[in-house]
């Protein structure tokens, strides 16, 4: 327990290691929509974003 790393690092050495390559789109679209969610909760552009649904 020393060692104590980032989740990004964690998950960076699992993607090398594992050669799981192929996880990195679905990270990426997972965090994409993440942020879109968190930033439409209360914003001025909410009624472009619904636009796109």
């Known amino acids: 327990m020393s ?3 980032s989740l990004i690092g ?3 050495d699992f993607l090398k290691v594992r050669k799981a ?3 990195t ?3 990426i679209m997972l ?3 993440g ?3 968190i930033f439409s909760q209360s914003s001025a552009i ?3 974003i ?3 649904f």
């Open 3 to 5: 060692n104590n790393r």
């Open 10 to 12: 964690e998950l960076w």
């Open 21 to 23: 390559w192929w996880l």
């Open 25 to 27: 789109p679905i990270i």
């Open 31 to 33: 965090v994409l929509v």
């Open 35 to 37: 942020a879109l969610i």
């Open 46 to 48: 909410s009624p472009f």
């Open 50 to 52: 619904y636009a796109l």
